[in-house]
């Protein structure tokens, strides 16, 4: 490719802008233009698009959001905004494009490979949920954030021995509730993606640790999965502990990109523009055990990937 475009999609993640940082730098080091499109596709579909140079993409490695604005753009999900994508491209000489974002932007990057433009995928969400891919940019920060949260929940919850119900983001997906449940002794862990009873598995399980002199509990949900107010009444009233919920919501997306996650966006966002640079498209760069691999669009969003079973068994063994 002579001239590349990059733009983020679906939810912000913290950590995209590193990874847009790779990609301009990348580019313009190995002789390409570079731009930058604004508010994902709809950028596309309406010419919303910046040069970029190498200071473009200066002081935003270490913040959170996206410099290039993100959106969920239904018109991309038809084949009319497809057509008028590609014809912004062929306009302004662009033959290349990367998009950082979800399985939803992935979709949007095949179609725009299968009508000529060579587009390379990056996965960016906090949910984690693209399954060919171990890790993608912002988990770690999001956890790291909802970590720091739920220990200040326990703090409180400690001084006065009561029950907080902590609702955590993840689009469906357990990833995010599960390691941070983990990682702050959480005595009840509900995701959607394993057999769950309140009773069975929060409410005789707060009785239990109590006789054993547990004072003070956390309870860590999945959003979407039930509405954590009413589980604290339902707490509150069939253990007699006092309880309190909390839904994390969008703190979890923002903030400083950890060390992690900037590492993760640089070697996707580098991988993507050596792919370009060959003129190979429909990809999805990810990482897999530490290496850095791309795989076809279609046969990416074909895979399935579950949550560490093991690891919920574990926390029910040790967190008794
Ligand atoms: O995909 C990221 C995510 O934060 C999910 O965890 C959540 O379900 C969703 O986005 C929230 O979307 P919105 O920002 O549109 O409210």
Redesign the pocket.
């Known amino acids: 490719a002579k001239k590349i475009g990059v733009l983020t999609s679906?939810?912000?993640?913290p950590g995209m802008n590193a990874g847009i940082r790779a990609v301009v730098r990348c580019a313009i080091a190995k002789g390409m233009e570079v731009v930058g499109v604004h508010h994902g596709y709809n950028g596309l579909i309406n010419g919303d698009i910046e040069q970029m140079d190498v200071r473009s993409v200066s002081e935003i490695l270490h913040r959170g959001g996206t410099m290039l604005y993100t959106a969920?753009c239904l018109e991309f999900k038809e084949q009319a905004g497809i057509l008028k994508g590609k014809e912004t491209c062929e306009k302004m000489g662009i033959d290349g494009l990367v998009v950082i974002g979800?399985d939803g932007s992935f979709r949007g990057a095949r179609d725009l490979s299968l009508a000529g433009i060579p587009t390379v995928g990056i996965p960016g969400?906090?949910?984690n949920?693209i399954s060919c891919s171990d890790f993608s940019i912002?988990f770690d920060t999001?956890l790291n954030t909802a970590v720091e949260a739920v220990d200040r929940l326990r703090d409180t919850s400690q001084s006065h021995d009561r029950c907080s119900v902590v609702e955590i983001?993840?689009?469906?997906?357990g990833h995010?509730t599960l390691d941070t449940g983990i990682a702050c002794g959480a005595c009840a862990i509900w995701v959607n993606e394993v057999d769950f009873d309140v009773d069975r598995d929060i409410i005789q399980k707060i009785k239990s640790t109590a006789s054993n002199g547990k004072h003070h509990f956390i309870v860590a949900v999945g959003?979407?999965i039930t509405d954590v107010h009413a589980l604290a009444k339902e707490i509150e009233t069939k253990t007699g502990v006092e309880t309190r919920a909390t839904v994390l919501g969008?703190i979890?997306?923002g903030g400083t990109p950890t060390a992690r996650d900037r590492v993760l966006a640089t070697k996707l966002g580098v991988h993507a523009v050596e792919l370009l640079e060959k003129g190979i498209g429909n990809r999805v760069v990810v990482i897999k055990g530490n290496t850095v691999v791309d795989y076809d669009i279609l046969e990416a969003l074909q895979m399935k990937k579950g949550i560490d079973k093991k690891l919920f068994e574990d926390a029910k063994l040790i967190n008794i």
């Open positions: 679906g939810g912000d993640a969920r979800g969400t906090i949910d949920d912002g999001a983001m993840g689009h469906g997906a995010l959003e979407g969008h979890q997306r």
